[in-house]
């Protein structure tokens, strides 16, 4: 009982609410037989947030443009990891213009998708405190690492130190991306303004290009070599898996928000 | 959609008037011998309801059934008579009477 209960709560908020009471009924009812399926509804709702209950359309779009600013920041992040493991995007076809036209696609992409605050200064306050709250904590701790580079360079550079500051590096770049895809969410129209259908779509097409581009150059590259850098290849396969998630996004959207 | 799909199975039995979601899994139980998983029901609840295909009905105590609405009437007669000219076709061409 406790945990379906327990299973349940891990659904997004807004599906608890208008149907956790029932779901919690039906998975006790089911028993364990009950988990996987539970399981992937949790990852399918999650993946979908654009069909979430939710009180206008423009919430759903709201919802959407969350989880595409969430991929954008993915994206960023698993490109940059690839050039770190010697795949960069300039080992296309095309040289330096491939990486300059994905930046460009990126951030295209973000402008587009990307609500806008509304202009009051009671909105903007709220969102700035939020951008603080979220990114505080990692831009301390890179303040904290770059100092201790500068302080200690010889240090931190041997072992054992060194491997720990490269995990620990990777992990605030991931904690901060993820902060960063959760300043917008769930902060409501009386905050910020959802973008509208043909700028959301626009926007997530462009995030979708990005990631289909940049996975396949960098799965492409890290194939063409003898030996395939395993961390290049996953961080490949995610960008290719980003965009699949984008798509049926758009799915959604097509199907709940046609103004 | 498909006839197994969980959105049509889900329609269809609210075809009857409206029902709460374990009166919708017992009727697709009833309909096609087994029951939708949890995360099948309700996940199929949530994007008939964001499609405007359901809504909610009158609340009953702790239930909160839902019902179709107007359009979810009409694309379920839609998909069912999509799949009823499939069946006819696919039942002659395997010289099986249709009726």
Redesign the interface.
Known sequence: MRLHRGLVRLYPAA?RD??G???V???Q??GWR?W???????A??WL?P?????ESRAQ?RERAAALAITVAVLAGLFGYVAGEQGVPLSSAPGGGWTGKACTVLLLLGLALVAPLPRPTRAAVTVLLARAVRRLGGPAVLVAGLVAAMHLAPREVAAAPWHGLVVAYWWTVLAVGAVQLSRIFAGLGGTVIVAPRSGRLLAGMWSLTATSVLVGSIVLGTSAARPAPDRIAVAAGAALVLLAWALTTTLR?LR??TAD | MQANDAQTLVLCVLADGPLHGYAINAAIEELVGERLGPGSLYGALARLEAKQLIEPAEEQGRQRPVRLTPQGRQVLEQELRSMARVATAGLRSLGVNPA
């Open positions: 599906f208008r149907w009471a029932a779901l009924e039906e998975a009812a089911a009950a996987p399926n539970l399981l992937a509804g949790i399918d709702m979908h654009a069909v979430w209950p939710a759903r959604d199907s709940v």
